[in-house]
């Protein structure tokens, strides 16, 4: 997908975070910490909680965008 698909594809941000928490569902997440594979969604945070020892990690964690405050929809 090229950037100009992307934009006219997701409208807002809430729904490209979906499609990168979906993308992120799909392929698994496991926690950097202890490397356990099971995690609560915390919604109000837009974080993966894992079960194990509690580490938070976001959407953008091991992405380009991980230490980066810009919007999704750059």
Known sequence: ??????????????????HY???RDKE?????RCGGTSHYWLKNKW???CKSCE?????RSGTIMENS??????
């Not at 997908?1 to 979906?18: A, G, K, N, P, Q």
């Not at 405050?69 to 750059?74: H, K, V």
């Open 69 to 74: 405050n810009l919007s999704f929809l750059i």
């Open 21 to 23: 928490k979906a993308q």
């Open 47 to 49: 974080a993966y909680q």
């Open 1 to 18: 997908m090229d950037i100009f698909s992307f934009t006219v594809h997701f409208t807002d941000e809430e729904s490209c975070r979906l």
């Open 28 to 32: 698994g997440v496991t926690c950097n």
């Open 55 to 59: 580490a938070r990690q976001t959407l």
